[in-house]
């Protein structure tokens, strides 16, 4: 069981570029998440998705868009990278159950930089 | 918006007791969770506690839930070298979940 995977674990791009953060859970969860992280701050929702064909706006999804195909992907796209974009990505799920979600698993994170 | 208060650096001396503690606005959240990020690495669950409960205890964890004040805490015994990592309060918000900024554990030998 391999849980949340991320790939990359580390990219640097260039401001105007384009990149897809992969992001695949083997454990059947309905609940996907995108979080960025900063340093000396908590995580920032940006995208989530309650099942295949279902995706939502967070709390930061300005430059990021995501698609969810299948139950196990849920990748994030930045299609005009932007320094303010600099920082670390993890991807979560969740399952639910008795009307209540429980515990979120989240991947190792990918380290973004744009310069 | 919903929001999650931590102080944001802790220091103890090895094999005192750590107390980390939160404030959180949503007093709708059905559960309190807190998370432990080491260096590197994604967040991992610790522990949790149900909205209706004052107090969970999971071997050297003790979470306490203080409802009308909004409060949570986290309290780890006997705190090792190990337990240095940033530890994340967090609620639940409908479907989402809502993070704290997070207090950094130094353990000092």
């Known amino acids: 069981n391999a849980g949340v995977t991320q790939t990359p674990k580390f990219r640097i791009l260039k401001i105007g570029q384009s990149m897809t953060l992969q992001c695949t859970q083997d454990m059947n969860h309905n609940y996907m998440y995108w979080y960025r992280q900063d340093p000396g701050m908590g995580l920032k929702l940006i995208y989530y998705?309650?099942?295949?064909?279902?995706?939502d706006k967070g709390e930061v999804p300005n430059g990021y868009n995501v698609s969810r195909s299948t139950t196990e992907d849920f990748p994030l796209r930045l299609e005009l990278a932007a320094p303010s974009q600099t920082s670390v990505y993890f991807c979560?799920?969740?399952?639910?159950?008795?009307?209540?979600?429980?515990?979120?698993?989240f991947g190792p994170g990918t380290r973004l930089t744009v310069t | 918006g919903e929001d999650v208060e931590q102080s944001l650096f802790l220091s103890v001396r090895e094999g005192d007791s750590s107390v980390i503690n939160c404030t959180y606005t949503d007093s709708s959240s059905t559960y309190l969770y807190w998370y432990k990020q080491e260096p590197g690495a994604g967040l991992q669950l610790l522990t949790y506690?149900?909205?209706?409960?004052d107090m969970k205890q999971d071997q050297r964890l003790t979470v306490l839930l203080n409802k009308k004040d909004k409060h949570l805490s986290l309290r780890i015994a006997d705190t090792q070298t190990g337990d240095s990592a940033i530890y994340f309060c967090a609620e639940n918000y409908g479907q989402n979940f809502v993070f704290g900024p997070g207090t950094r554990l130094s353990v000092l030998p």
């Open positions: 506690i149900f909205s209706n409960m």
């Open positions: 998705s309650v099942g295949a064909g279902i995706t």
């Open positions: 979560a799920s969740s399952s639910k159950a008795g009307g209540f979600i429980y515990e979120q698993y």
